[in-house]
């Protein structure tokens, strides 16, 4: 009997034997290798229709981005047209207030006086006090309410650095003015002594009148506005000339 354990000239080879399955066991495992790829299918399927969703809310948002946009900015410029057309349109139907004077005592008084001697002893003699009159002129097409008013009427070689602008404590009664029409007169005098030896310094243009101040007024559609003037009167100028008439605020300026 041969040893079955084998020799060294003849090795034992133990060959396992395949494990044959049953034909409903190969079947199922196929079945579920299918439904496994399916599956992972699907997944995939879902995952691209994801990201496209994903892709599409993005472009949709950024349209919509751009839209608004472009609808702010058409919204700021017609917020802005419509600014201009109302500010132009309260500029062109509002009140525009101008000074005029209608008298002065200046000329009167330099020409009494101006060819008196120095050397006489009435050379620091008192004169009459100059003055002049004034009034406001709305040239716009609404009326013009008057708030407040400063005038000053100076002597001096030249126009000061500080100037007083006290307000003017007697507001006559007639407050409105219309539209081509003239305010009241206004009146006022050199708050200093004019003497004898003043006319001739003013007679040989060392110095000169200066009148200046400011209107504070409401037009119709409530704003509040003020015009500054200034007039010089220098021996040669004929009279008062006006040197300086603005607006505060600058309207022209900040339009």
Do not use: C
């Not at 946009?69 to 410029?77: H, I, K, P, W």
């Not at 057309?85 to 207030?97: D, G, K, M, P, Q």
Request: glycine residues 8%; without cysteine; aromatic residues 12%.
């Amino acid at each position: 009997m041969p040893d079955l354990r084998g020799t060294a000239q003849s090795p034992l080879i133990v060959q396992p034997l395949p494990i044959t399955e049953s034909p409903e066991t190969i079947a199922r495992q196929n079945r579920e290798a299918g439904e496994r790829a399916k599956a992972q299918w699907w997944s995939w399927f879902l995952g691209v229709l994801t990201l496209a969703a994903l892709a599409g809310q993005l472009l949709l948002l950024g349209a919509l981005a751009v839209v608004m946009r472009g609808a702010m900015r058409l919204a700021a410029t017609a917020a802005e047209a419509a600014n201009r057309n109302a500010t132009a349109f309260t500029s062109a139907e509002r009140a525009y207030l101008f000074i005029q004077i209608s008298s002065e005592t200046i000329t009167d008084i330099v020409g009494k006086h101006a060819r008196r001697d120095p050397s006489d002893r009435a050379y620091e003699d008192k004169t009459e006090s100059p003055g002049l009159g004034y009034a406001f002129k709305n040239f716009g097409r609404t009326v013009a309410r008057l708030r407040e008013i400063s005038n000053h009427l100076l002597y001096s070689p030249e126009f000061p650095g500080k100037i007083d602008d006290r307000v003017l404590e007697s507001i006559p009664e007639e407050l409105v003015i219309e539209p081509g029409k003239s305010s009241a007169t206004y009146t006022v005098l050199l708050d200093e002594i004019f003497t004898v030896s003043k006319v001739l310094d003013f007679h040989k243009q060392r110095a000169a009148f200066w009148f200046y101040g400011y209107v504070k007024f409401d037009d119709i559609f409530g704003r509040q506005h003020e015009f500054r003037w200034r007039f010089r009167y220098r021996h040669g100028d004929g009279g008062f000339r006006l040197i300086e008439f603005r607006e505060f605020p600058d309207e022209a300026g900040s339009a």
